[in-house]
């Protein structure tokens, strides 16, 4: 397991809400190749290694992986706080607004809510770490 001590690593202080970039950074938590698939997918696929380090590997990158999580989360938020109306209509978030408010909810840039099939976990290790190194270095 792992300790938990309620702090940010790196302290995220944005002084100035901007929903446009908040829609954008929202997919880095949601979308398909955001954080949620990826501590997912490391969790997941850590089962199908064969010994107890290459898990405890996968198992380490997958926690990792979740404290991106709060991370993100944590631009979002600041991104969105006390937002006019005008300003949540003229950055594009209205839809997102309209069902969420501006609490953190896991989809992409589009507001489509994430879905578990953004990753993969199969059987076959090569074929986990070949998605893992797909996804790890894709655009966002």
């Known amino acids: 397991m792992w300790k938990y001590e309620k702090k940010l690593e790196y302290p995220i202080k944005i002084k100035n809400p901007d929903p ?3 829609k ?3 997919s880095q938590y949601g979308g398909p190749n955001g954080e949620m698939s990826a501590s997912l997918r490391y969790l997941s696929q850590r089962f199908a290694m064969p010994d107890e380090v290459t ?3 996968l198992n380490d990158i997958g ?4 404290a991106h999580l ?3 989360g944590t631009i979002v938020h600041q991104l969105t706080r006390n937002l006019s109306e005008e300003e949540i209509k003229a950055g594009g978030f209205a839809d997102y607004y309209v069902d969420y408010g501006t ?3 896991p989809a992409n840039a589009a507001g489509v809510p994430w879905n578990a099939a ?3 976990s199969m059987s076959d290790v090569i074929s986990n770490l070949t998605e893992d190194m797909a996804a790890d270095g ?3």
């Open 20 to 22: 446009r970039m908040a």
């Open 24 to 26: 954008v950074i929202l």
């Open 55 to 57: 898990k405890g590997v």
């Open 63 to 66: 926690t990792e992986e979740l």
């Open 70 to 72: 709060e991370m993100v």
């Open 103 to 105: 609490g953190i909810f």
């Open 118 to 120: 953004y990753i993969n």
């Open 138 to 140: 894709a655009i966002v």
